[in-house]
T-cell receptor, first 113, second 115 residues
């Protein structure tokens, strides 16, 4: 069945470090791919998305490129801030509107000042 | 994107009781979804709720335990019945909004603790 695998955390970085959180997926067809972020004590916020191969989603300095050849959607940021500390979820959704979102297990990111 | 609110934001309940969680959206939406996030875990879909029809439950979730109402296009409730400590979780509703039917937007969640 369809699934999402993301790197296990926790990930701890110093402020201004480069961030990569790996995400790979297994799915038939052409799913849309998402990164959601959950800040401490809050619900999920959509961070960015990509709907077809080679699309790049970007928001708040974060980027991810939909790579169909490697079935990947890695999240990157060039210079992280303490305020980026959160749990990040990679997810996929099939094209039909009634289909559910399949989430990865989440990666907890902590940024040291 | 839609603006979604949930009530209550958190609650502490006794074993054996029931809690009803409300989800309100600022625009009319066809599909609403209820998720559970157990402590330190990812999100699991409980059910999908269409207005005017019975909710569709995922494997492992049953209507007697998690009854859902969807009386109109902007509102839904999820009840957690006969609670046990294992039901302690964050419960989130989400919607597909407008033309972006490939994207779901989430409410802030209801943090439930069962003693």
């Amino acid at each position: 069945g369809d699934s999402v695998t993301q790197m296990e955390g926790p990930v701890t970085l110093s402020e201004e470090a480069f961030l990569t959180i790996n995400c790979t997926y297994t799915a038939t067809g052409y799913p849309s791919l998402f990164w959601y972020v959950q800040y401490p004590g809050e619900g999920l916020q959509l961070l960015l998305k990509a709907t077809k191969a080679d699309d790049k989603g970007s928001n708040k300095g974060f980027e991810a490129t939909y790579r169909k050849e490697t079935t990947s959607f890695h999240l990157e940021k060039g210079s992280v801030q303490v305020s980026d500390s959160a749990v990040y979820f990679c997810a996929l959704k099939k094209s039909s509107s009634a289909s559910k979102i399949i989430f990865g297990s989440g990666t907890r990111l902590s940024i040291r000042p | 994107s839609a603006v979604i609110s949930q009530k209550p934001s958190r609650d502490i309940c006794q074993r054996g009781t029931s809690l009803t969680i409300q989800c309100q959206v600022d625009s009319q939406v066809t599909m609403m979804f209820w998720y559970r996030q157990q402590p330190g875990q990812s999100l699991t879909l409980i059910a999908t709720a269409n207005q005017g029809s019975e909710a569709t439950y995922e494997s492992g979730f049953v209507i007697d335990k998690f009854p859902i109402s969807r009386p109109n296009l902007t509102f839904s409730t999820l009840t957690v019945s006969n609670m046990s400590p294992e039901d302690s979780s964050i419960y989130l509703c989400s919607v597909e909004s407008g033309l972006n039917t490939d994207t779901q937007y989430f409410g802030p969640g209801t943090r439930l603790t069962v003693l």
